[in-house]
């Protein structure tokens, strides 16, 4: 987990709210991800970032907004939180773009 | 789109014998394979990958093997011990696009001491 953290670690709220998650690294990697990780399944890829400003969406990104304003930073928004995001986050970073990753801790986020 | 099937879901090892975890997946073009251990509480930690143009890695305790023809690559753990008890995940990747990976549902490792 060294030069990438994440706020809050947990966090609960109630269904309706909006929510921003905060990825923030050190090792000043170009790609940031967003995961999204539930009981008895995988990472799953919410958005990407291949550079300030530049972003994409993976492949459960309903409900979910992402914005990378500085290199360092990457946020996720839950624009108006549901019971079914209820989740464990995670963030990840990647130098080159081609394949090797790295973990955040992760944010356990609960709604209510 | 990708698709990575990882098994077996659980494995119960005695302390010293070897485990192996396989994942196959779908997309031909995939050319980068990565292994993760989750410890609980925290994030995945890349343990071991493997490249499209190499069969086999070691580092050592664990191996990863690929048969691309076949489609599908093995996690090797030998002379295991209570600390090797994880999650352990599998993924591939193009390699480009961002690097953007699929995993598997990963496979939950016990060794008993």
């Known amino acids: 987990d060294a030069g990438i953290t994440q706020s809050p670690r947990h966090k609960v709220t109630e269904t309706g709210t909006p929510v921003t998650l905060r990825c923030h690294q050190t090792e000043n990697h170009r790609y940031m991800y967003w995961y999204r990780q539930d009981p008895g399944h995988g990472l799953r890829l919410i958005h990407y970032?291949?550079?300030?400003?530049?972003?994409d969406k993976g492949e459960v990104s309903d409900g979910y907004s992402v914005s990378r304003s500085k290199t360092e930073d990457f946020l996720l928004t839950l624009e108006s939180a549901t019971s079914s995001q209820t989740s464990v986050y995670f963030c990840a970073i990647s130098d080159l773009g081609t394949g090797e990753q790295y973990f955040g801790p992760g944010t356990r986020l609960t709604v209510t | 789109g990708e698709n990575v099937e990882q098994h077996p879901s659980t494995l119960s090892v005695q302390e010293g014998d070897s485990a192996v975890i396989k994942c196959t997946y779908s997309?031909?073009?995939?050319?980068?394979f990565p292994w993760y251990k989750q410890e609980l509480g925290k994030g995945p930690q890349l343990i071991i990958d493997?490249?499209?143009?190499?069969g086999e890695k070691k580092d050592q305790r664990i191996a990863v093997t690929l048969n691309k023809t076949a489609k599908h690559f093995s996690l090797h753990i030998t002379e295991t011990q209570p600390e090797d008890s994880a999650v352990y995940f599998c993924?591939?990747?193009?390699?480009?696009?961002?690097?953007?990976?699929?995993f598997g549902d990963g496979t939950t490792l016990t060794v008993k001491p």
């Open positions: 493997i490249r499209s143009n190499v």
């Open positions: 970032s291949y550079g300030v400003k530049d972003t």
């Open positions: 993924a591939a990747s193009k390699g480009t696009n961002a690097g953007k990976s699929t």
């Open positions: 997309d031909s073009a995939s050319n980068y």
